[in-house]
T-cell receptor
């Protein structure tokens, strides 16, 4: 059974204080690892897809990396508008493109 | 914005009543998904569709049925609502590179 574990559950940062979120996974045959951002009361918003170990992707202050067992989402010099819940999901196998999600990391960036 | 709307956005109902949630997309995507999101469980797949009249179960399908008679609409029905089905329901479509894009969600309260 595919499993995704995110840590920490919650993270409080001062504006400008860089940090990393972890997503550990067990899956047979990873097809893709996805990061989403979710604001309160809204649907998840797609950020990145990573397909193979060693791959990295960046968007503004966010950088996602992937190894064979985990992914990291690095937030560099965060701003209050980066406050959100960040979700990680994995896709394995071919049947229906099903995603298995982790529980998320709630990030609060204080000015 | 992947052109996904969900209706209703909020609903309060009573135990034992049937409830239907609607997901509508405007971009002719083949794959559509229904998830529920609950504290402590993250996002979990209920059912998905890979074409008109083609559907399959996800990990938490008991008590739910779906229908897709047109490409643009994917309906989720709670046949006899229970309090355990109080949740936030999200619809998603599969876009390019197998990425799923989510709708705004429906908050359902079953009393």
């Amino acid at each position: 059974e595919d499993q995704v574990t995110q840590s920490p559950e919650a993270l409080r940062l001062q504006e400008g204080e860089s940090s990393s979120l972890n997503c550990s996974y067990t899956v047979s045959g990873l097809r893709g690892l996805f990061w989403y951002r979710q604001d309160p009361g809204k649907g998840p918003e797609f950020l990145f897809t990573l397909y193979s170990a060693g791959e990295e992707k960046e968007k503004e202050r966010l950088k996602a990396t992937l190894t064979k067992k985990e992914s990291f989402l690095h937030i560099t010099a965060p701003k209050p508008e980066d406050s959100a819940t960040y979700l990680c999901a994995v896709q394995a196998g071919a049947a229906g493109n099903k995603l298995t999600f982790g529980g998320g990391t709630r990030v609060l960036v204080k000015p | 914005d992947a052109g996904i709307t969900q209706s209703p956005r909020h609903k309060v109902t009573e135990t034992g009543t049937p409830v239907t949630l609607r997901c509508h997309q405007t971009e002719n995507h083949r794959y559509m998904y229904w998830y529920r999101q609950d504290p402590g469980h993250g996002l979990r797949l209920i059912h998905y569709s890979y074409g008109v009249k083609d559907t399959d179960k996800g990990e938490v399908s008991d008590g739910y049925s779906v229908s897709r008679s047109k490409t643009e609409d994917f309906l989720l029905t709670l046949e006899s609502a229970t309090s355990s089905q109080t949740s936030v329901y999200f619809c998603a479509i599969r876009g390019t590179e197998e990425t799923q894009y989510f709708g705004p969600g429906t908050r359902l309260l079953v009393l």
